[in-house]
């Protein structure tokens, strides 16, 4: 009675290192069976592969079948035993499996057979062998793009913003090169983080974001300015590692790219956008800008008027801030919550004079009680509901982030692909250095372009998500405008600044408080809101009209509590 067997055959459908196809590897193992009075009882094709188990589905098949006797073989016959495995561990452990079931495993074009003890040996030694060989090409080539950077060229991946590549060398784009200069300048010269200077860029339309290779996004972001700045190169430096693909603790064949925080610059051949002097004053400032308090205290609370309120001196927003008070012995006692204005320190280069810290509470309740007062009237509760545009157009976004979505999806196939190909390579053929090199080089632009997506789908997301915070639906705010006074209080503090932001454009304040205790300059709404017999967008506590009512507003109020 013949002795049954499997054959198995591996390769990429676009790359056939070995001059082999699957047609021809199968045509050579059924001419060895038929040689060795085999009898084939199953084919199984893994085509284009990867390099770990979890890659190939029908090996997985196979040896499930192996494991549950279906067939009761003798052997598994391969054309190689790289086709088998190029994993030492995996084909160690597969072949294990085969055998504790009484398989074997032959390698025809190596002359490998495990159920002789020679066979065995030589499984261990190539296996191991062809693993190790291939690190060693991965560190020859990291070593050879190390080795670029060292002498200042380019090596690899697209050219950052403000540079062409051009026969591999950096030069110069000049339209792109003038908003790198205005980013540093902006960063360096006034009080603007990386946000205002994202902005600053999108409001001018002097400056018009281009369209790279890896970028699909219109508008400057944050982070767009903050790679600028944290980016050596446009002080004519070129580093190396600053990102490194680096193992999953845990997990086998499998890794992810880190950024590290530490890294080799050289000088490089291609020009400056920067001076030295200045990147290196942009990186003194980024270690203070540069990162985020993690809280650790009145976790529950939240700056309600952040951003909203206004420096009654320069204008500017004003921003929530901490006094922390600690009993004599330094442990945590209470917060003292403030607001302040964000360019006490300097402003278009110029130092905004007011020091006043206002406590949060004080303000935080004056508009709440003018918001009350509003309300209750009930010529504002029929014009409110008529007047709130419902409408959240994010229709654009979502497209934008659908679009970015199939792009990363067809950049990670793309990527997969590649890496299959890799693994196909045969390590005997006399090109496979060259191949290597060259294959893992646009694997490396692989992860570049889908670093760069996935940071553009989280702005789009995170965009998507701000226009549906500052914007509750008609309905909601209608409701809970109607039941300010019976529900505000109820809100936790983000709650009460989402709801906020929603109705309130901007809260100006006078410089103090006023001899009959007013604080509150002006409102300014979102939309129009029925005040003093009609519709108004913004109310000023400089109209004596204004005053007049609000201060009744506020007495009948304080009476109505008493």
Excluded at 145 to 151: G, I, L, N, Q, S
Excluded at 293 to 313: F, M, Q, T, V
Excluded at 417 to 430: H, N
Excluded at 499 to 519: C, H, L, M, T
Aim: hydrophobic content about 35%; charged content about 30%.
């Amino acid at each position: 009675m013949k002795k049954r067997c499997y054959i198995y055959t591996r390769v990429s459908t676009e790359m056939q290192a070995d001059g082999y196809s699957l047609d021809a590897q199968k045509e050579k193992l059924k001419k060895y069976a038929e040689y060795q009075a085999l009898a084939i009882v199953g084919e199984y094709t893994d085509a284009g592969s990867g390099k770990n188990l979890a890659g190939r589905p029908n090996f997985q098949r196979m040896l499930t079948d192996i494991e549950q006797q279906k067939d009761k073989i003798d052997f598994v016959l391969v054309f190689k035993l790289s086709r088998f495995g190029r994993n030492a561990a995996d084909v160690l452990s597969s072949l294990q499996l085969m055998q504790d079931y009484g398989v074997n495993l032959v390698c025809t074009e190596d002359g490998i057979d495990s159920s002789k003890d020679s066979g065995k040996l030589m499984i261990s030694v190539l296996s191991a062998v062809a693993e190790i060989e291939r690190e060693n090409i991965l560190v020859q080539t990291m070593a050879g793009r190390k080795e670029k950077a060292r002498v200042g060229e380019w090596n690899g991946g697209f050219a950052p913003y403000g540079y062409d590549l051009i026969d591999g060398k950096l030069v110069i784009a000049e339209e792109e090169s003038e908003v790198i200069k205005v980013i540093y300048n902006q960063f360096a010269t006034t009080n603007k983080g990386i946000n205002s200077i994202a902005s600053y860029l999108n409001d001018n339309s002097e400056y018009q974001k281009k369209k790279r290779q890896n970028g699909t996004l219109d508008a400057f972001s944050a982070s767009f300015v903050k790679g600028v700045l944290d980016n050596p190169v446009y002080m004519g430096k070129i580093s190396y590692g600053r990102r490194k693909n680096e193992k999953i603790q845990g997990e086998r064949n499998k890794s992810h790219i880190v950024k590290q925080k530490e890294f080799p610059v050289y000088n490089g051949i291609h020009e400056a956008i920067v001076s030295e002097e200045l990147w290196q004053a942009v990186q003194e400032k980024r270690k203070f800008t540069g990162f985020k308090y993690e809280k650790k205290y009145s976790l529950d609370h939240a700056n309600i008027l952040s951003g909203i309120l206004r420096c009654p001196l320069c204008g500017a927003p004003m921003y929530g801030n901490v006094n922390r008070k600690k009993k004599s012995d330094g442990t945590y006692y209470r917060d003292y919550f403030y607001y302040a204005c964000k360019h006490r320190m300097r402003v278009n280069g110029h130092q905004c004079d007011y020091k006043k810290q206002w406590g949060q509470a004080k303000i935080d309740e004056a508009v709440a009680e003018v918001i009350t007062k509003l309300v209750q009237n009930e010529k504002f509760e029929k014009a409110i509901k008529g007047k709130i545009n419902s409408k959240i157009d994010t229709a654009e976004l979502e497209k934008e982030l659908e679009n970015l979505k199939k792009l990363q999806r067809q950049t990670e196939g793309a990527k997969t692909k590649l890496a299959q190909q890799i693994d196909s390579l045969d390590i005997m053929d006399s090109l496979y250095n060259k191949k290597y090199e060259d294959m893992q080089d646009r694997l490396n632009q692989f992860y570049e372009k889908i670093d760069s997506i996935e940071i553009e789908m989280d702005e789009v997301a995170a965009r998507i998500q701000n226009i549906r915070l500052n914007k509750l639906n008609a309905d909601s705010i209608y409701n809970i405008l109607r039941l300010f006074d019976q529900l505000y209080d109820k809100f936790t503090d983000m709650e009460k600044k989402e709801f906020v932001n929603s109705f309130v454009e901007k809260v100006e304040i006078y410089p103090g408080e006023q001899e009959d205790g007013r604080i509150l300059k002006s409102l300014k709404f979102r939309f129009p809101v029925f005040f003093n017999g009609s519709e108004v967008n913004e109310i000023s506590w400089d109209s004596e009209s204004t005053v007049e009512a609000i201060i009744l507003m506020t007495r009948c109020g304080s009476e109505e509590k008493k």
